[in-house]
Structure formats: C-alpha cells, structure tokens
C-alpha cells in the first residue's frame, strides 16, 4: 500500500544485451522489490541512439565500448512504478562493475547476470530528472503508432 511518507517514483530500467535471456529472474527481482512493472518494450538500438542514450559520457575512454556493447543485440527497457523507484532499482542493480558487485552485492543483478565494468546486465536512472529523459527516450508521450498503453490507468 502507499505508506504514509513513501515517495511514490518512476524510473527508468533497462536489461542490457547480455541478459535479456534473464528476464524472468530479472521480473521475479522487480516484483520482490514491491515495484510494479507499468512499461516494456524490447528493441534493438542503433549506433546513433545509444550514443544519444550515454551521451552524458561521451569523452569518457570507455564511451565506444560501450556503444558497442549496448548495440551488440536487443535490449528491454521497462518503466517501473513504486516508492523510491530510482533508488530501489539503482539498489537492485548494484555496483557498476560486476566484478566489484560479486564481492560487495552477491545477490545483485550485475552480481548475478553481469560479466565486467562494461557488460554489467543492468542500466538504471540517476535521478528523477534522468529518469523523466530516459523515460522519454524510450517512451515518447507523442507516440502516435499502435494502442495507447492504457494499462496503469484507472479511469479509461
Ligand atoms: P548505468 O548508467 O548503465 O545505469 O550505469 P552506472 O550509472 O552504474 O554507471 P555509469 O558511470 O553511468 O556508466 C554507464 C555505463 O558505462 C559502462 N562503463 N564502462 N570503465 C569502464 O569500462 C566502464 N565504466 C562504465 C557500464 O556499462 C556502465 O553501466
Ligand atoms: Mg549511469
């Protein structure tokens, strides 16, 4: 139920190419969690889109690599609802590096299904307003193709 004080949050999550095929661990983690899983779309992102997704790092050494990895094959980016989202998730994910998450977060996702600092299973928001742009990136209010997704409202 929604506590008194909970902070009621969206975030932004996203399985990399190297655990898609984990998805249903990764959606009994999310329900364990107490988070509700309110958007999902699978997609293969180009060169120019998960530079424009990182673009925050793009003088850092490992931008290319990282581009490269995140377009080596699909991707499920999913809108998660609950309280504290951005935090519980980023807490879910665990350390960047995998290696580091094993010793430090054994049960986390990146522990679990990540291989190095790079190929690490798991993207999720920074913030709230990451989360709004991210959420946006992969969501577009202006949608204009197929059913509008209906399915966290209540009163349509
Ligand atoms: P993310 O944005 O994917 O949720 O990860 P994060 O906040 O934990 O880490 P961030 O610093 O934002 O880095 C973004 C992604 O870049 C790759 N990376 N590689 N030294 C490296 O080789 C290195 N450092 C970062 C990872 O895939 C990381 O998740
Ligand atoms: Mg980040």
Known sequence: GNKLGSKKERTLAMIKPDAVNKMGDIL??????????TKAKMTKLTWK???DFYTEHQTKSFFN????FMTS???VAMELMGDEAVSVWRRILG?????????EAPPSLRAQFG???TRNAGHGSDSLA???????????????????????????
């Open 28 to 37: 009994q983690m999310i329900n364990d969690a107490n988070l509700i899983l």
């Open 49 to 51: 889109q998960a530079a």
């Open 65 to 68: 690599n990282l581009v490269q």
């Open 73 to 75: 094959g699909p991707v």
């Open 95 to 103: 350390p960047t590096d995998s290696g580091v998450a094993r010793k």
């Open 115 to 117: 291989t190095d600092g």
């Open 130 to 156: 990451s989360a709004a742009r991210e959420l946006e990136f992969f969501f577009p209010s202006t949608a204009g193709h197929g059913p509008a997704n209906t399915a966290n409202c209540t009163d349509c």
